[in-house]
């Protein structure tokens, strides 16, 4: 009689394959995420500097000086927020950590709390920034569709009461060459 058994041959390295990706990505989202995005905001900066993109000279389409401010502020500024909170994160952290043994308020775990809470907090709001700037993209691709969305109603309505002024126009023509035949 054949034995049965609970799991398939192979199980344990189909388990553990799993445990393994699992335990990869946790830490590829804990530790690198923040650090690849950082690097990604280095490259667009480093592209933006080479490419003369801030150079109001080299803008050779209409309205230079508006461009140059969209795009000082959404691509320079928010990709050096990202580039600074990654540089300023241990720098901060230590500072509060200081700040707060002058202050002699630790008790047990709160110097660790607030060394790594502010590099978190550094280091992690690269997520939050980044999350802005990609909105943001969506949010200039889809703003002709977003603003159609928004606005149809109202061309409706405006329509139909030039639609409305045109018969009442027309209504009151006819009116008067009655009048005028009599």
Not at 122 to 142: D, M, N, P
Request: net charge positive; glycine share 4%.
């Amino acid at each position: 009689m054949a034995e049965k058994t609970l799991f398939k041959e192979g199980t344990g390295a189909v388990v553990a394959g799993g445990a393994l990706s699992v335990l990869e990505t946790i830490l590829y989202v804990i530790f690198k995420s923040p650090f690849a995005l950082w690097r990604m905001s280095c490259a667009h900066l480093k592209e933006m500097r080479e490419q003369a993109k801030l150079d109001i000279e080299k803008i050779d389409k209409p309205l230079p000086f508006i461009l140059f401010l969209v795009r000082l502020v959404f691509d320079f500024l928010l990709h050096a927020a990202i580039f600074l909170t990654v540089v300023i994160a241990p720098i901060a952290a230590i500072y509060v950590t200081i700040v707060g043994m002058d202050a002699e308020c630790y008790k047990g775990w709160m110097f660790f709390r607030d060394l790594f809470g502010t590099f978190a907090v550094f280091y992690y709001a690269t997520w939050a920034i980044r999350l802005v700037i990609e909105l943001l993209k969506v949010v200039v691709k889809y703003a002709p569709v977003i603003l159609g969305i928004i606005f149809y109603p109202f061309a409706v309505i405006c329509n139909f009461f030039k639609y409305l002024m045109k018969k009442a126009a027309y209504k009151a023509e006819k009116y008067e060459k009655k009048l005028a035949e009599k």
